[in-house]
């Protein structure tokens, strides 16, 4: 049964930075995405950076390209997002999310088949 299970949210300064960590167990091959997704309040859940596990593939929303960088540690299997320079439209909760496939979407959350429980990111003064 794959699990994803999200930290590092919190309260930071715009400006600032936080690193997510999402921990992946139950995936049966090595050819799958983890993706970071984000939704705030009244608004759609965005893709907003992907690894693909097995073939070093990553991706970013167009709006944190150059701020946001996603990493891994197959060793502990966490997948990470590195957050600098948040801005206070970065508020929102965050989720992994998990695709078996490989060939999910940042573009389609639907893509994805697996889901943590979120945790939150607020940039505030």
């Known amino acids: 049964q794959v699990q994803l299970v999200e930290s590092g949210g919190g309260l930071v300064q715009p400006g600032g930075s936080l690193r997510l960590s999402c921990v992946a167990s139950?995936?049966?091959?090595?050819?799958?995405?983890i993706g970071w997704f984000r939704q705030a309040p009244g608004k759609e859940r965005e893709g907003v950076s992907y690894?693909?596990?097995?073939?070093?593939?990553?991706d970013y929303k167009v709006s944190v390209e150059g701020r946001f960088t996603i990493s891994r540690d197959n060793v502990k299997n966490t997948v990470y997002l590195q957050m600098n320079s948040l801005k206070p439209e970065d508020t929102a909760v965050y989720y992994c999310a998990g695709d078996p496939t490989g060939r999910g979407r940042l573009a389609s959350p639907s893509t994805y088949s697996y889901w943590g429980q979120g945790t939150q990111v607020t940039v505030s003064s």
């Open positions: 139950g995936f049966t091959s090595d050819n799958y995405n």
């Open positions: 690894i693909s596990v097995g073939r070093w593939i990553k």
